[in-house]
T-cell receptor, first 118, second 113 residues
Framework: AQTVTQSQPEMSVQEAETVTLSCTYD???????LFWYKQPPSRQMILVIR??????QNATENRFSVNFQKAAKSFSLKISDSQLGDTAMYFC???????????????FGDGTTLTVKP | EAEVAQSPRYKITEKSQAVAFWCDPI?????LYWYRQILGQGPELLVQ????????DSQLPKDRFSAERLKGVDSTLKIQPAELGDSAMYLC???????????FGPGTRLTVT
């Protein structure tokens, strides 16, 4: 079974600064996807960024980037130029690809609550 | 922009009563997920559908929970009888296919008293 660990329950950052959220996972799979999802207070969860395990290049999406270390099974999220709207709970998720279906099973970490301070 | 719809948004029920949640995924999304999210934790998959077929229900407490997606479109999750430990947020999500991005609904917050 896959496990996802987010070791930082809470973090805070000053507006305009950079913050990195940590995520490690455990799997024997070679092909999988990794995701960071954002869940703002009282709002629905949305995808922030996705990384395919077969790609060596780290994914970037505007101010969000990841540091994917496959051998170390580490997948951290860097948020640059933090904004007040980035305040949310962030979940790291692992998706195992199952070849006989169209979509895989996701395992989520317990989240990191990020507060951006003005 | 298309969204996943869920109802009700909030539900308070007494222990031993039956409760049902409804989810309407984004049109064209073949895969539908039901998750349970306990406060302060990540979502835990309860059941996954591919069209009308159950792909994974290994974490679904089948003695009290049931889920269906009869026409491969909207879905219902039922709990009977509800227990105090079922108090949680129930999230529905859908995805188009193998690329895996899941679109989440706003969730149903269940309180069992």
């Amino acid at each position: 079974a896959q496990t996802v660990t987010q070791s930082q329950p809470e973090m805070s950052v000053q507006e305009a600064e950079t913050v990195t959220l940590s995520c490690t996972y455990d799997t024997s799979e070679n092909n999988y996807y990794l995701f960071w999802y954002k869940q703002p207070p009282s709002r629905q969860m949305i995808l922030v960024i996705r990384q395919e395990a077969y790609k060596q290049q780290n994914a970037t999406e505007n101010r969000f980037s990841v540091n994917f270390q496959k051998a170390a099974k580490s997948f951290s999220l860097k948020i640059s130029d933090s904004q007040l709207g980035d305040t949310a709970m962030y979940f790291c998720a692992f998706m195992k690809l199952r070849y006989n279906t169209n979509a895989g099973k996701s395992t989520f970490g317990d989240g990191t609550t990020l507060t951006v301070k003005p | 922009e298309a969204e996943v719809a869920q109802s009700p948004r909030y539900k308070i029920t007494e222990k031993s009563q039956a409760v049902a949640f409804w989810c309407d995924p984004i049109s064209g999304h073949a895969t539908l997920y039901w998750y349970r999210q306990i406060l302060g934790q990540g979502p835990e998959l309860l059941v996954q559908f591919q069209d009308e077929s159950v792909v994974d229900d290994s974490q679904l407490p089948k003695d009290r929970f049931s889920a269906e997606r009869l026409k491969g479109v909207d879905s219902t999750l039922k709990i009977q009888p509800a227990e105090l430990g079922d108090s949680a947020m129930y999230l529905c999500a859908s995805s188009l296919g193998i690329m895996g991005e899941q679109y989440f609904g706003p969730g149903t917050r269940l309180t069992v008293t």
